[in-house]
């Protein structure tokens, strides 16, 4: 048992409940949730309303709902943006999936991709405080180059949530790749907040654990 991704998992679900909101959703909503995820990583784009309204009739309320409950995100005109791990938007973490380009929220939320869909995934992003490349491939949970990456760490600051926006615009800023020890400590030390730093098979272990459970 990793203690310390169980204490990181159980303080996630407090600020993001992503699975318990899911399951109050009605099973209509739960299958709209999964059809956008399950669409994003296979088509590499969010389903068509016309795809929606397979599912449900008044995709509007439904997008809105799901908006709301900070299960994905929503332009002001009420357009899909992103669903967690997946952003529509660009952010500077890329993920190479079924060939196609997309973005995740967060460095954890890239992390979590190959696990949660048990496929291969190339991570392509870079270290929050000296921009040097970071690339890591996955098959399922298994990193496939650890000598490559095996010092990248992956950190977030706790203290970035903002009970007042979503998730996407606070904490996912602050989750982060650092490309080895001594930068990980340099970014703990450089700043008073509540920050964690993580090994990669930890924070592989953390991602998978928090976002797999949307999929069942």
């Given at each position: 048992?990793?203690?310390k ?20 959703c ?20 969010a389903p068509s309303?016309?795809?929606?309204a ?23 005109s ?13 952010r ?25 869909f ?8 870079t ?41 996407a ?5 602050e ?36 976002f797999?459970?949307?999929?069942t």
């Amino acid at each position: 048992m990793n203690k310390k991704v169980d204490a990181a998992l159980r303080r996630l679900n407090e600020i993001l409940p992503l699975k318990e909101r899911q399951n109050s959703c009605t099973p209509d909503m739960k299958s709209l949730h999964q059809q956008i995820l399950q669409s994003l990583v296979s088509k590499g784009r969010a389903p068509s309303r016309q795809e929606m309204a397979l599912h449900l009739h008044d995709i509007a309320s439904a997008i809105e709902l799901l908006g709301n409950n900070d299960m994905i995100t929503v332009s002001t005109s009420g357009e899909l943006t992103g669903a967690y791990p997946f952003s529509v938007e660009e952010r500077e973490h890329v993920v190479r999936v079924n060939g196609h380009v997309l973005y995740a929220m967060c460095a954890l939320d890239a992390l979590a991709v190959a696990p949660m869909f048990q496929t291969e995934v190339e991570v392509i992003s870079t270290c929050a405080l000296t921009d040097v490349p970071v690339i890591i491939k996955m098959q399922g949970d298994k990193v496939l180059n650890p000598g490559e990456v095996s010092d990248v760490r992956f950190g977030i600051t706790w203290s970035a949530t903002d009970v007042s926006s979503s998730c996407a615009d606070s904490l996912c800023r602050e989750m982060v790749f650092l490309q080895d020890d001594a930068m990980a400590q340099q970014w703990l030390e450089e700043s008073g907040h509540d920050r964690d730093i993580f090994s990669l098979p930890d924070a592989v272990e953390f991602a998978g654990r928090f976002f797999s459970p949307l999929l069942t």
